[in-house]
């Protein structure tokens, strides 16, 4: 994958964050969860590494949503005023 930032990947990054600190778990709880380094978890929410579908899936799983809410919450974000 591209390590840059993209307008839709700082915007799902956020909303990975905006969800995983709604229901009080750390970046290195959203880790373990899914099986994930915590340094690829610091990467997708700052925007850096856009999620596969697959990953998402995973990351909706730990927070306890479904990927539809992520996208949704990404959708309704201003990605030049995040993070």
Do not use: W
């Not at 306890?64 to 995040?82: F, K, Y």
């Amino acid at each position: 994958m591209t390590n840059y930032k993209t307008e839709y990947a700082i915007r799902l990054g956020q909303a990975i964050k905006i969800n995983r600190t709604e229901i009080g778990i750390s970046s290195a709880e959203l880790a373990r969860r899914t099986g994930i380094g915590k340094g690829y978890v610091s990467r997708l929410e700052n925007g850096f590494h856009p999620p596969n579908i697959d990953m998402l899936c995973r990351i909706a799983k730990a927070l306890e949503v479904p990927p539809s809410r992520l996208m949704i919450v990404a959708e309704s974000l201003d990605a030049t005023t995040v993070n």
